[in-house]
């Protein structure tokens, strides 16, 4: 009896319960009047973060924007001859290109690889053939790596050479219809996140080879995941009924710590964004209607969520963005503001958020 009564003692300790997290307000440090646009991405490039916003109207182009470190527009804009309605593209800043997806008004994919301080288009794939849906985008030394789903909705996985050479292709087998919603990258190998297509379902994490050789796969406890690198490992969000994990894993997808992070309130965001910091984790999303971002510690306890108060702004639809600084984050977006929901412009805005 003591035995079994040890055991899920040690269960329980698996999974972080810290005390109730101390709460404060996000500071809105920056708000802009954002230009008309069909969609938006942070893309990184050669140690930089650029903004980049879609725009359909005249010669349809993508503009990008440089940042500054803390995620402040910094000014410096090139633009690139690209239809895109929807965007998809690489967020490492470290990498030597970039890989932007882009949904024309056609309903085709394309791939993009751009270079240079002043962005420009070094080679372009054609997507169509492969993809229904592109969900992620990231590169991994000098290939392109692209995942969403196939026409049939399988998720799926390729990957590109440095001239969008298609170099590789995997279907997922579980679950078997789907999309591959986040790609992280470790070393030279791959970690994906699956989430079943409709209806109530568990996620999959698959561990996989740059040459996309399956070399571990693992069922979550819910869905809606999202991933990202986190300390030699992976860091992993999703959801099970109304409660939000935040998980974090080794590099063999064992399961380091597990934390519940924040119950789901009112409106909501569908993914929430998991982050890896120097001294610990966060996590990106809104609830309750408004941004809510989470701390955590290294051992994944619970330390602060911050919330907006108190600038009205909507939940963006084209989701949440951020940039690391230190262990300080950045949280950008375009969105509308909750008084004026339908004629007001939307507005650029960039939250700040400090250990």
């Given amino acids: 009896m003591m035995r079994s009564t040890l055991r899920k003692l040690l269960l329980l300790a698996s999974v972080a319960l810290a005390p109730l997290a101390a709460a404060a307000d996000l500071v809105l440090a920056s708000q802009s009047t954002a230009t008309e646009h069909t969609a938006y991405e942070l893309l990184g490039l050669g140690g930089d973060s650029y903004w980049a916003t879609a725009h359909a109207s005249g ?40 890989a932007l997806a882009a949904l024309d008004g056609d309903g085709k994919w394309s791939l993009y690889r751009l270079e240079g301080q002043t962005p420009r288009v070094a080679a372009k794939a054609d997507l169509s053939a492969s993809f229904g849906f592109v969900a992620a985008v990231a590169t991994l030394a000098d290939l392109a790596i692209v995942a969403g789903s196939d026409s049939d909705e399988r998720p799926l996985v390729c990957v590109f050479d440095s ?53 571990k796969n693992v069922e979550l406890p819910g869905g809606a995941a999202a991933v990202t690198s986190h300390q030699q490992g992976a860091l992993v969000s999703y959801s099970s009924g109304q409660d939000v994990f935040v998980q974090s894993f080794d ?48 051992q994944g306890e619970l330390l602060r969520t911050s919330e907006d108060a108190v600038s009205g702004l909507m939940p963006p639809a084209g989701g949440y963005r951020v940039v690391v600084e230190a262990d300080r984050l950045h949280v950008l977006g375009m969105a509308r503001r909750r008084a004026d929901p339908v004629t007001a412009q939307e507005v650029l805005f960039r939250f700040l958020d400090t250990p």
Avoid: Y
Avoid at 85 to 96: E, N
Avoid at 253 to 282: D, H, I, N, Q
């Fill in 251 to 298: 590099v063999q997808l064992k399961g380091r710590w597990k934390t519940r992070a924040l119950v789901r309130e009112g409106e909501t965001t569908a993914f929430f964004v998991p982050v890896s910091l120097s001294r610990g984790a966060a996590l990106i999303g809104a609830n309750r209607g408004r941004l809510a971002v989470v701390r955590l510690s290294p």
């Fill in 59 to 98: 010669a349809p182009r993508v503009d990008l924007t440089r940042l500054g470190p803390r995620g402040e527009i910094s000014g410096s804009r090139a633009s690139i001859a690209v239809p895109a309605m929807l965007l998809a593209g690489s967020r490492q800043p470290a990498s030597t290109f970039s």
């Fill in 163 to 215: 001239q969008l050479k298609k170099v590789g292709q995997a279907v997922l087998t579980e679950p078997s219809h789907g999309v591959v919603s986040g790609v992280a990258v470790l070393g030279d190998a791959l970690v994906l996140a699956a989430n079943p297509a409709k209806g109530p379902g568990q996620a999959r994490l698959w561990k996989m080879s740059s040459a996309l050789r399956a070399l």
